[in-house]
């Protein structure tokens, strides 16, 4: 869900609006990005050939094929989530969390039959709840609009490049397929109580994150209809 409703969002931005202007607004969460990827080569080992971070257009980072293909191609793909996670936190966490997101957002999402409304009903909530919790404390502090602001940047700058996604989808299916044979054969994490703790506050971070990035593209995909809408009645076909 992270990373494809990121890499939608980017990718909708660098469309609709001036590249430029994205660029330097994402200009943050880019460095973040990158450095994220630097940090996991130097961690496993993976030679780095050549970093760009400075730069508002083309940051990039190459380097080797990792000592242990796929493995550390996951891990060095991933980064970025995990690393711009760490940054929101940490802006929360300096700033007195000025947003209660875990008093706001719901903590789990129902399984049913109907799982597809489900979701989407969810889903709406989320971004209703988001854009209510915003509304009431989002804007009496400065500290409140810098975090809303670092919120956008830092959960949008987690997109990932177009050719980490083939190691990124594997790799969380192969990753949720052991825990859950884990779970099958008997071997309950659950019974750990760090793991539990683990899993309660990595769900309220990632609840954070799918909540601000849904609200995102939900109010872009709306103001992109807007301007179709008006290009086409003015006569001018949007491309």
Known sequence: MIVFTSFGIEKLWSKYLNSKAVNFFLFPGAVIHELS???LCLITGTTIKELNIFKLENGSIKYDKPKVPFLFDFFIATSPIFGCAFIIILISIILGNPIRVDESLPNEVTFSIKAVFDYAKNFLDMIWLTLNAFWKSGFQSISSIIFIIASIIFTVSMAPHKGDIKYIVPGFII???A??????????????KWWDKVLDNSWKIITYIVSILLTILFISSIIVGIIKAIRLTFGHKGE
């Open 37 to 39: 990827h630097a940090f």
């Open 175 to 177: 990753l949720g397929s």
């Open 179 to 192: 825990l859950f044979a884990l779970e099958w054969f008997g071997i309950s994490l659950l019974g750990y």
